[in-house]
């Protein structure tokens, strides 16, 4: 299965926690950029957070220091502690994968999940 596929989501209170996972399939001498999109009703689908094949992290301002970002290589899976959570937290939250490496034959092609939805309630 090529589509990664997001879980963990639900509906907390403001000021709790939820621990999303993307699962992602292997290729063989392929490696993953992944990235956390989310997106409220009626806006537009915004990035937040991203781990990538050199280890390097990005947050938005919007959830620095409330949300971590961390992968498994070994079971091609990605997950995203969130704490402190807010209303404006609320939303439908994407997993992305693209496709990395110099012997990767689908270099560059990217992956989006079907999401999760995520509701905080104040």
């Known amino acids: 299965q090529v589509q990664p596929v997001e879980s963990g989501g ?6 709790g926690s939820l621990r999303l996972s993307c699962a992602t399939s292997g290729f063989m001498y ?3 950029d992944m990235s956390w999109y989310r997106q409220a009703p009626g806006k ?4 937040f957070s991203g781990i990538y094949s050199n280890d390097g ?16 290589n070994a079971k091609n899976t990605v997950y995203l502690q969130m704490n402190s959570l807010k209303p404006e ?3 439908m939250y994407y997993c992305k ?8 034959t689908m270099a560059g092609q990217s992956y989006w999940g079907q999401g999760t939805q995520v509701t905080v309630s104040s």
């Open 44 to 47: 537009e689908r915004e990035f």
């Open 89 to 91: 937290d609320t939303g």
């Open 97 to 104: 994968s693209i496709l990395r490496g110099g012997y990767c």
């Open 57 to 72: 992290v990005t947050y938005a301002d919007s959830v620095k220091g409330r949300f971590t970002i961390s992968r498994d």
């Open 10 to 15: 639900g509906s907390v209170q403001a000021g």
């Open 30 to 32: 392929c490696s993953n």
